[in-house]
């Protein structure tokens, strides 16, 4: 299984970026999938996730309203739109993929990551 994010850059604060994960390897639409950030020196923390066929999304506090996780199993794809960019969104964010079982908002229950997209907001 490979997982590769791309979409990161540099953006002004309240700008918008589109990231993506592609996926190769396993079924994609076996797996739940999920977005998380890892700002300088701190955890990493959950954004968003969804589910197998994508009717069901969850988003932490800080993305609800402004992030909106999406997934085309036919293009073995998951993005992140994410609107109102605030400084603090500045993050390495990483997609991930988790089998069917356990918290969506765990980082340690997926078992796959991508390689990271920066993320850089400026105010």
């Known amino acids: 299984v490979q997982l590769q994010a791309s979409g990161g850059g540099l953006v002004q604060a309240g700008g918008s970026l589109r990231l993506s994960c592609a996926w190769s390897?396993?079924?994609?639409?076996?797996?739940?999938m999920g977005w998380f950030r890892q700002a300088p020196g701190k955890e990493r923390d959950f954004v968003a996730a969804?589910?197998?066929?994508?009717?069901?999304?969850y988003y932490a506090d800080s993305a609800k309203g402004r992030f909106t996780i999406s997934r085309d199993n036919a293009k073995n794809t998951v993005s992140l739109q994410m609107n109102s960019l605030k400084s603090e969104d500045t993050a390495v964010y990483y997609c991930?993929?988790?089998?069917?079982?356990?918290?969506?908002?765990?980082?340690?229950?997926?078992?796959?990551w991508g390689q990271g997209t920066l993320v850089t907001v400026s105010s």
């Open positions: 991930a993929a988790k089998g069917p079982y356990g918290d969506a908002a765990a980082r340690q229950t997926y078992g796959y």
């Open positions: 390897g396993r079924t994609f639409s076996s797996y739940n």
């Open positions: 969804i589910n197998l066929s994508g009717n069901w999304k």
